[in-house]
T-cell receptor, first 113, second 114 residues
Framework: DGGITQSPKYLFRKEGQNVTLSCEQN?????MYWYRQDPGQGLRLIYY???????QKGDIAEGYSVSREKKESFPLTVTSAQKNPTAFYLC????????????FGSGTQLSVL | AQSVSQHNHHVILSEAASLELGCNYS??????LFWYVQYPGQHLQLLLK??????LVKGIKGFEAEFIKSKFSFNLRKPSVQWSDTAEYFC????????????FGKGTHLIIQP
C-alpha cells in the first residue's frame, strides 16, 4: 500500500526539548517537503529536499532542522529554538517535476506542554 | 519571492449554489498553478492543476479553474455545490516547475448548508 506515513499523530513538547517528527514514503519520490499549517495561515514551507543528502531552507526554517539520509525518509526536528512550535505539520513528497502533484501525509499535531 | 492571495477566508453557501473562489499570485514568470482541497479528517489532495495549454482546466468532482495571465488569477469554480464540498481549499503556485516546493495561499474554508 503506497503512500506517505507520518508519525506520531499527536506529539507534546516540553519547554527546552527537541522533538522529531517522522515522515516516510514508499512512492519512490525524489523530492520531500515539510509544511507547517496554522489556522488562517495556510501552509508554509519549512524545509525541502530534492535528493538524498541535500536539503534547502524554506520560508520559515528557523528553529527547525532536517536530514535526508535515505530516499524514503525525511525527519523534521523541532528544536528548543522554535519559540512557537504548536502547529499542524504536514509532510509531502513528489517527483522533481512539480507539474506533477504532491502527495501529503496525514499530519502531526504538535503541542507545547 | 512569489506569493498567493486568496480573497475569501470563509464562504458559506447553500446546496446547488454556484461557487467561485478567488486566487491571485504575484510571480511574473512561468508558473504552475494548483488547487488543493482538504476534506474534514482527510489528507490534502489535488483538485486540479494548470501548467500550459488551455487556460480552462477541469478537475475532479466537477470543479474547474481558469488561468487569466493578464490578471495573475486562477479562480476556482463549480456551477452547483453539494454538501460534500464542505472543506478547506488552497490555491498554490510553483514557478518554472522546479522542485523547490509550492507556495500556498491562506486557504478558504467553505461550508455548504443543506
Amino acid at each position: 500500500d503506497g503512500g506517505i506515513t507520518q508519525s506520531p499523530k499527536y506529539l507534546f513538547r516540553k519547554e527546552g526539548q527537541n522533538v522529531t517528527l517522522s515522515c516516510e514514503q514508499n512512492l519512490n519520490h525524489d523530492a520531500m517537503y515539510w509544511y507547517r499549517q496554522d489556522p488562517g495561515q495556510g501552509l508554509r514551507l519549512i524545509y525541502y529536499s530534492q535528493i538524498v543528502n541535500d536539503f534547502q531552507k524554506g520560508d520559515i526554517a528557523e528553529g527547525y532542522s532536517v536530514s535526508r539520509e535515505k530516499k524514503e525518509s525525511f525527519p523534521l526536528t523541532v528544536t528548543s529554538a522554535q519559540k512557537n512550535p504548536t502547529a499542524f505539520y504536514l509532510c509531502a513528497s513528489g517527483f522533481r517535476d512539480l507539474r506533477e502533484k504532491l502527495f501529503f501525509g496525514s499530519g502531526t499535531q504538535l503541542s507545547v506542554l | 519571492a512569489q506569493s498567493v492571495s486568496q480573497h475569501n477566508h470563509h464562504v458559506i453557501l447553500s446546496e446547488a449554489a454556484s461557487l467561485e473562489l478567488g486566487c491571485n499570485y504575484s510571480y511574473g514568470g512561468t508558473v504552475n498553478l494548483f488547487w488543493y482541497v482538504q476534506y474534514p479528517g482527510q489528507h490534502l489532495q489535488l483538485l486540479l492543476k494548470y501548467f500550459s495549454g488551455d487556460p480552462l482546466v477541469k478537475g475532479i468532482k466537477g470543479f474547474e479553474a481558469e488561468f487569466i495571465k493578464s490578471k495573475f488569477s486562477f479562480n476556482l469554480r463549480k456551477p452547483s455545490v453539494q454538501w460534500s464540498d464542505t472543506a478547506e481549499y488552497f490555491c498554490a503556485v510553483n514557478s518554472g516547475g522546479g522542485a523547490d516546493g509550492l507556495t500556498f495561499g491562506k486557504g478558504t474554508h467553505l461550508i455548504i448548508q443543506p
